[in-house]
């Protein structure tokens, strides 16, 4: 679980401290895995993240940048449950249909890769009651649409097997 400590002032108001601001608080980097981690996770998704995660130490954690293949992405990433996420990359397809303006999509169609990281847990050597549902062997803590969107585009031979593609890796220390 993540500490209070780190939880944004105003975290989910209209308040909310800037991620600048927040980032310069906390100390943390301005870019590389660990401002990715912050960013998405600590900054967007405290409670949830906390919720979901109760078991969680972050300093038993190194953060880690990860490139994988499309194909090593769709063979090793689950979210809870072993669920691969392919009900989000329908979406993809709708939204192709429509010209839909979510940023996500948008990206994604045009780069045929992430416009920034997913986050994932090496769930690998992970057990106990607050860790059995997390997919393994690599765990997707944040980033469900971008995952099934990639996903999606592999199916459809959008993009190849053997593209690569950017994570940030929670590994235990």
């Known amino acids: 679980m993540l500490s209070e400590s780190l939880k944004p002032i105003g975290f989910g108001t209209f308040e909310q401290e800037p991620w600048e601001d927040f980032r310069a608080r906390l100390s943390i980097p301005a870019d590389g895995p660990a401002s990715q981690f912050y960013r998405q996770v600590v900054y967007d998704h405290f409670v949830h993240f906390n919720e979901h995660y109760p078991d969680f130490v972050l300093s038993d954690y190194e953060f880690k940048d990860l490139l994988l293949t499309a194909q090593q992405a769709r063979d090793q990433i689950r979210f809870f449950r072993g669920d691969t996420l392919d009900n989000w990359g329908m979406q993809y397809d709708e939204f192709e249909a429509r010209n839909h303006d979510y940023v996500i999509y948008q990206s994604m169609a045009k780069a045929k890769t992430f416009p920034f990281p997913p986050i994932l847990l090496d769930a690998s050597r992970l057990s106990g ?7 393994k062997p690599l ?3 944040e980033g469900t649409h971008r995952v099934s969107y990639l996903r999606r585009m592999l199916a ?6 053997d593209s690569k593609h950017s994570f940030v890796l929670l590994k235990p220390k």
């Open 139 to 141: 765990h997707l803590v």
């Open 129 to 135: 009651t607050g860790w059995r549902e997390c997919g």
């Open 156 to 161: 459809r031979q959008i993009v190849t097997p």
